[in-house]
């Protein structure tokens, strides 16, 4: 079984920067397609970021691209989300999930497909 545990959040002004993190327990990380997804209050659970296994296979959301950075390390089976230019929309939980059936190690889009999730970490971004 994995488990998830993301940390980092907080509360920031617009415009400042902010650095996720999310430990994976277990062996195979390096197998796993790995996403950011956030969630704010009386919204759906929308796709930010994903990386695949495969080197250089990273997908973001339009409205991250440019100022949000995913990558990881798998020696310490850590995936990070590196947040620039905040902003208030951006406030919300942030969560970390595993995809550990994915076997063309491409990024994965849909958040049915994945298969473990952390518990979240709160972002407030303020005006």
């Known amino acids: 079984q994995v488990q998830l545990v993301e940390s980092g959040g907080g509360l920031v002004q617009a415009g400042g920067s902010l650095r996720l993190s999310c430990a994976a327990s277990g062996r195979g990380f390096s197998n796993y397609a790995m996403g950011w997804f956030r969630q704010a209050p009386g919204k759906e659970r929308e796709f930010v970021v994903g990386?695949?296994?495969?080197?250089?296979?990273?997908g973001y959301a339009d409205s991250v691209k440019g100022r949000f950075t995913m990558f990881r390390d798998n020696a310490k089976n850590t995936v990070y989300l590196q947040m620039n230019s905040l902003k208030p929309e951006d406030t919300a939980v942030y969560y970390c999930?595993?995809?550990?059936?994915?076997?063309?190690?491409?990024?994965?889009?849909?958040?049915?497909?994945?298969?473990?999730w952390g518990q979240g970490t709160q972002v407030t971004v303020s005006s």
């Open positions: 999930a595993a995809d550990v059936n994915n076997g063309l190690g491409v990024v994965v889009w849909n958040k049915y497909e994945y298969d473990y």
């Open positions: 990386i695949g296994w495969r080197g250089g296979s990273t």
